[in-house]
């Protein structure tokens, strides 16, 4: 809390002697309450036509400072609303809350488009404004991802990670979500996309950046219906089928959505490692030709508006996953000065379903004081048999050992936030969340040499108890500040039977500050200065004893002891115009990776999960979107360090790496749009690990036909270079490999819209913030 008071205390200092003129700040929504993203902000002297000063709208929010005393005329216009004037006397700060309606008139002459910027820097955050033709005739919601600066979508377009923050939180307007969600949204719905790579201390803990993306206010009441169909080509063929229905009345809407995917994935790995502890040396290739996947994502969702305000909605959301499949792979193994050559085949059946229902109540008491509750249950259930068949030196494949494997989990949360206005420059908000989880897993083996059966059962509870308070506002005209601290206790219990290993009890409390102080050197000049303590918590499933086969000699397998990690980060931020340069540290506590051991007990090698001691990473970045005419880009650039250390292993040495991004859309014709770009990495050592670089090269063209049909063709990792190399020396066990993904591909995407309705985002938040972890 010290850091916290010390804040406080300086910022209160400054503003007794930071006021100069007055100010005007404010926010502008359309009927329905919801902010407008982007707008034009105008002052004029009352009488007159000369420019006083002007400024941007941005996420529904705008501010002028240094203003002299007087009469003035104040213009807001944004596109697609009709541009409202007020007359406003200014002797001391002034706060407005206005509100636009939507003009009829269509709007399609490029000159209206192109006054809207595509993507801007504010605050030190980016943001794309999806609303522009450019972006919204793309069908693919996957697709906006890739063209965020530093974002990495993963080979199978399964989860994204930030380079120097990790993986970061989806939220959707105020709901917390998971990359299935997302893509299950029509682009139509989204109103823009934004990185916070500071986020405050409301959001939760597990999490270094926020990307937040922004639903649309339905325009229009009515219904819509919008079909969508991808066609992949990688290795194998895959298919992607959705459909998502939108029901906005006066103050009731529906939305329901449906995806089934008939996929046929395909992965490889190869390792070589040593063991002078065990006089061990091996190296093995796994293939899984194709893994035949059938997906089926479903979720609705019911609000009642109150008022512009107020709402009542519960939501669901399911996932079923069935896969088949056989995995080969090839041994090659020394031991003792003894080498033999090993042949296994696996066949395999895997089950996930997951059901998660949740209910929220928002309400403002009155203009200052707004409240939330709400409350989730979550459930998954997974299935995975293994039938294991082994041959030695060219010898018949014969029946090994059969495994049946079950894992389950029930998690509720509960949760309220309070956020209360303290007069024009302050705001006050606090929160409380309680979570439950009850895991458990278990496990039957059978083995044929010798013939033996073994029963293993695993119990896992953890309950988290958290709160958080922050305090935001703005002192004179220069300074902006957001500071807050979230407080959490953890209780853990788990236990194996049978076991030679003792239960886990862990009952741990974090403290997790954070403050942004924001200051303006001048009308177009920004410097942003951060502290913040988050920690990233292991998957629910990685702390169990569910294992998998994949070679007499490797097992991968859970890790009960797993502990979270904690990072402490300082960072600085200049913006100037639209270009940001930033600077960052970052220190981390216990930084979690996956590695090869040496397990005496059992006599083999296990693929697990562990805690390293410690971490450090310092990065220099710049982003510099660009846009001319009908060409706009999105350019990243940052020069990074990072170096990872434990006591078991041996470390080398910590080399600068450089990470480059870019991507270009050329509007071609109308409504059509070319766009290509990529990213690329150099060789890295980051202590421990030695990384391999890479150039990946994409493109895209994008079209809407007849208004109705939006199509699209990706080209993606065209140069074929995802291939992630890496090479350490941890505890014992020197290893190096490599993972091939399948990232070459053509796609095709196709979407229909049927009806006039508008798409509108549900008024929804997910309470359990962690839902990520169930997996």
Not at 186 to 191: G, L, M, N, Y
Not at 287 to 298: C, G, M, P, Y
Not at 379 to 393: C, V
Not at 674 to 690: A, M, P, V
Request: charged fraction near 25%; charge should be neutral; proline fraction near 3%.
């Amino acid at each position: 809390m010290r850091l916290l008071s010390i804040c406080l205390v300086f910022l209160y200092v400054v503003k007794s002697n930071a006021q100069e003129g007055h100010a005007i700040q404010g926010t502008v929504t359309d009927k329905d309450g919801m902010p407008i993203t982007v707008g034009d902000i105008l002052l004029f002297k009352k009488d007159g036509d000369s420019l006083q000063q002007y400024t941007v709208l941005v996420e529904g929010t705008f501010r002028m400072d240094e203003i002299a005393s007087g009469a003035y005329r104040l213009r807001i216009s944004a596109m697609g609303y009709a541009t409202i004037t007020r007359s406003v006397v200014i002797s001391n700060d002034l706060t407005l809350r206005l509100s636009l309606e939507e003009e009829d008139t269509a709007l399609e002459a490029v000159t209206v488009t192109a006054a809207k910027p595509i993507a801007f820097n504010r605050g030190g955050n980016f943001t794309l404004d999806v609303t522009n033709p450019v972006l919204s005739s793309i069908p693919d919601p996957v697709a906006l991802l890739e063209k965020l600066p530093g974002v990495q979508v993963s080979p199978d377009r399964e989860s994204i990670t930030i380079l120097g923050k990790g993986t970061p939180l989806l939220y959707l307007d105020k709901q917390r979500i998971s990359m299935d969600t997302y893509k299950t949204l029509s682009v139509d719905a989204i109103d823009s996309i934004t990185i916070l790579k500071n986020p405050s201390s409301k959001y939760e803990a597990d999490g270094r950046a926020v990307v937040l993306i922004k639903g649309k206010a339905a325009k229009k009441e009515g219904v819509r219906i919008n079909f969508k169909e991808t066609l992949s080509q990688r290795q194998n063929g895959n298919s992607y089928h959705g459909i998502d229905l939108s029901l906005v009345g006066k103050r009731l809407q529906w939305n329901a959505r449906l995806g089934y995917n008939l996929l046929q994935t395909w992965e490889s790995n190869r390792f070589a490692f040593d063991i002078p502890e065990a006089n061990t040396f091996t190296d093995y290739e796994v293939l899984i030709a194709v893994n035949d996947r059938k997906q089926t994502n479903a979720g609705t969702g019911l609000t009642y508006t109150i008022n512009s305000t107020d709402y009542l909605s519960v939501n669901a959301d399911m996932r079923l996953q069935n896969d088949t499949f056989p995995i080969a792979t090839d041994t090659r193994l020394i031991q003792d000065g003894r080498e033999r050559n090993i042949r296994t085949h696996t066949d395999n059946g895997n089950t996930k379903d997951f059901i998660s229902v949740n209910a929220n109540y928002n309400t403002r008491w009155n203009e200052t004081v707004g409240l939330f509750v709400g409350g989730q249950y979550t459930t998954f259930q997974q299935k995975l048999n293994t039938e294991i068949f082994n041959a030695t030196d060219g010898g018949t494949l014969w029946a090994d050992e059969n495994r049946n494997q079950s894992y389950g989990i029930d998690v509720f949360a509960t949760r309220f936030d309070l956020e209360q206005d303290l007069g024009k420059h302050f705001k006050l908000e606090l929160g409380a969340n309680i979570t439950e989880a009850s895991a458990n897993a278990n496990a039957r083996t059978q083995t044929t040499d010798p013939p033996r059966t073994t029963l293993t059962d695993f119990d896992y509870s953890e309950r988290r108890y958290a709160a958080y308070t922050q305090v935001a506002g703005k002192i004179g005209a220069k300074i902006t500040f957001n500071s807050g601290a979230r407080i959490e206790r953890n209780i853990v219990n788990a236990m194996e039977t049978p076991s030679m290993l003792p239960s886990i009890n862990r009952d741990n409390s974090y403290f997790f500050p954070k403050v942004l102080l924001e200051f303006r050197l001048d009308s177009t000049k920004q410097l942003l200065l951060n502290y913040a303590k988050s920690i990233s918590r292991p998957d629910y499933s990685r702390t169990s004893v569910i294992s998998a086969f994949i070679n007499p000699f490797l097992e991968g397998s859970g890790n009960r002891g797993l502990l979270p990690a904690i990072t402490q980060e300082w960072s600085a931020t200049l913006q100037s115009k639209n270009k940001v340069v930033g600077f960052s540290y970052a220190r981390r506590k216990a930084p979690i990776y996956f590695t090869i051991g040496y397990d005496e007990g059992l006599g083999k090698a296990v693929l697990s999960q562990r805690n390293l001691d410690r971490e450090h990473f310092l990065e220099i970045s710049a982003n510099m979107p660009f846009s001319k005419g009908k060409w706009t880009a999105t350019n990243y650039a940052a020069v990074s360090l990072r170096k990872t250390m434990d006591g078991n292993a041996w470390i080398g040495r910590a080399t600068p790496y450089v990470y480059i991004s870019t991507n270009h859309q050329f509007t071609i014709a109308k409504d059509t749009t070319l766009s290509f770009g990529g990213w690329g990495i150099t060789r890295r050592g980051e202590g421990i690990f030695d990384r391999n670089g890479m150039l990946v090269m994409e493109a895209a063209i994008t079209t809407t036909l007849l208004k109705k049909w939006r199509l699209a063709l990706r080209f993606n990792d065209i140069t074929r270079a995802m291939r992630f190399e890496e090479a350490y020396s941890v505890a014992g066990v020197t290893a190096n490999g490599t993972y091939f993904a399948d990232g070459r591909e053509l796609a095709l995407t196709v979407q229909y819209t049927l009806g006039k309705g508008h798409q509108k985002v549900q008024k929804n938040r997910t309470v359990d913030e962690e839902l990520e972890r169930i997996r």
